[in-house]
Every structure is written in structure tokens, then in C-alpha cells.
């Protein structure tokens, strides 16, 4: 059983399922010490409950992206209300390009 706490992370190991059965029966062959790590079947689940982390210098290894978009597209003229939402949407992603 594999706990996540989040839904990403458990979306990504559910694709993988069989690739991680795969390696864990493989560290069995490879060191004798993992045979508690046996696996016939994986189940994967997201937990609301986390365990505190012990070491305090643990990097957080969520990955954060920067916006690739660069926000230039023309603006509607014939539609002043959908004119004034594409230029929202232009302004936000020239502030995630600053950030």
C-alpha cells in the first residue's frame, strides 16, 4: 500500500503501477534484505493524513513551472465585456512571467 498526499502524485503512480511492482520484486533478486517488499498487488491512495517531517533541511520537491505563455494575442474589439476578460488574462500571465 502506497499513501500520497497528493492527488497528482497518486495519478502519476497509478499509470506506473506495474513498473513499480516491477522494481520492488526486482530489489528482492538484488538484495536479500528486501524481501519484505514482495509485491503481488499495489494499492495506491490519497491520505488526508501526512506525516510530520522529521528533518528540517528536507528541500521541497514540488515542482514549480514558469509560465510559458507570453500573454500576446489580440483583443476582441466587437465584444467590450469579453475585451475586458481576455485583457485580465493577459495582465495575470504577464504577472506569473515576472514571478
Do not use: W
Not at 21 to 29: A, D, E, P, Q, R
Not at 30 to 59: G, T
Not at 80 to 89: G, N, V
Amino acid at each position: 500500500m502506497v499513501a500520497l498526499s497528493h492527488p497528482g502524485y497518486k495519478m502519476e503512480l497509478n499509470y506506473n503501477k506495474e513498473l513499480l511492482k516491477s522494481l520492488l520484486n526486482n530489489f528482492i533478486k538484488v538484495r536479500s534484505e528486501c524481501n519484505f517488499m514482495e509485491a503481488d498487488k499495489i494499492i495506491i491512495f490519497q491520505s488526508k493524513y501526512h506525516m510530520p517531517r522529521v528533518l528540517k533541511d528536507i528541500e521541497d520537491t514540488i515542482p514549480y513551472y514558469k509560465e510559458m505563455a507570453v500573454g500576446d494575442f489580440k483583443l476582441p474589439k466587437s465584444n467590450p465585456k469579453l475585451k475586458e476578460l481576455f485583457s485580465q488574462i493577459q495582465e495575470a500571465i504577464k504577472h506569473n512571467r515576472e514571478n
